[in-house]
């Protein structure tokens, strides 16, 4: 009973995951009209950035629920952080990559940046999350 609880667990983090990259896709790849506010800024930093660092944060998190085995050493489970990030970083590239090769948007090196720091902040929570988890034993 306690396998098949932990198989839907990971079915849900999967099902989860798989409506997140559908999301992370329109808005990356949606004409800038279809996605409004995105012109606005706040503190000094536009809108798109911050919309940018927030779309990857929830990468690592959930890739991390998804795939990671619970049961595992920590070397394996650091591993598959790494292997996690590089995901995502991967990800970050090809969606800009994708943006420059349609005519309505474009490659931006600012929005990679922010793209990979909310890749290293999803990063930084699941390490945070772990430790915490390691604390409590």
Known sequence: AGTLKMLSKRHIWAFVLCCYFATVLFLCLAKPQQVPGLEMTFWGIEADKIAHFLMFIPFPVLAYFAFVPVRCGKRRKFLCII??????????????????????????????????????AGTVAILAYIALKTEQK
Not at 84 to 108: C, H, P, W
Not at 115 to 120: K, M, Y
């Open 83 to 120: 292997a996690i990030a590089i995901m995502a970083a991967v990800m970050a590239l090809m969606t800009e990559k994708v943006q420059e090769l349609l005519g309505y948007r474009s490659f931006e090196i600012k929005d990679l940046i922010a793209d990979l720091s909310g890749t290293v």
